[in-house]
């Protein structure tokens, strides 16, 4: 004891203050630190309810992400279908035109070799009547010019004999 | 019996290219009275234009021998045939 107070220390001070020093403790430990751990626990909460949150947040916007790159890809397939469809489509109008127009060309060449080989003939037929009439008109005038008076009488026997005969 | 121009006609109208002789006319006769079965009178007409031969109408029945006829018909012939 006189140890302690030779060294400057008052055993009844110092059982005092540990006596507040533990009431002081008791009163904190009341007031102040359960508030705060609780405070601590309600914002480690906010802070994992936040993460969840944002957790949750980004795993629809991969979602979102995701339906709108497959809304990309059928609107791409679709537009791919759609360029498909009228690439044949113009496809199956070229050649239908194609085809008509043949047709179109084949009809006026057929039209145009009948109305050649119409005119072909009208020309023929008049080059052949032409040569008759004009061989008509020479054998005329070669009988007329040949026939003397003894052929005419043979002619003209001939035609007796021939009606006597009842071959006229 | 029919009655018919042919019947009866009594004259043979008669066209020659060339005057026909005396000869040929009795000829003639008795050959269109072989055809017609009795005799026929003839009036002759000389016209070169048939060009030979003769052209014989009785009645309505017209013989034609001549050199003409011949050439028209084979022209219509050929005119015929060829359209």
Redesign the interface.
Known sequence: MDVLQNLGINIPLLFSQCVNFGLLFLLLSALLYRPVNRMLAERQARIAEGLEKAKIADQRAAEAEQAYQERIEQARREGQTIIAQATETAEKSRQEILAQAKEEVALLKQRAREELDLERRRVQ?EL??EA??LA?AM??KV??ET?G?A???Q??????????E?Q? | MTWTAESLATTARVTSAVPLTAEEQARLRASLGRRFGRELALTITVNPRILGGLIVQVGDVVIDGSLAGKLDTLQERLLREGG
């Open positions: 037929a052949r009547d008759v009439h008509a054998a005329r009988l007329t026939l008076e052929e005419q009488h002619l003209v026997d001939r035609v007796i004999r021939r009606i006597g009842g006229l």
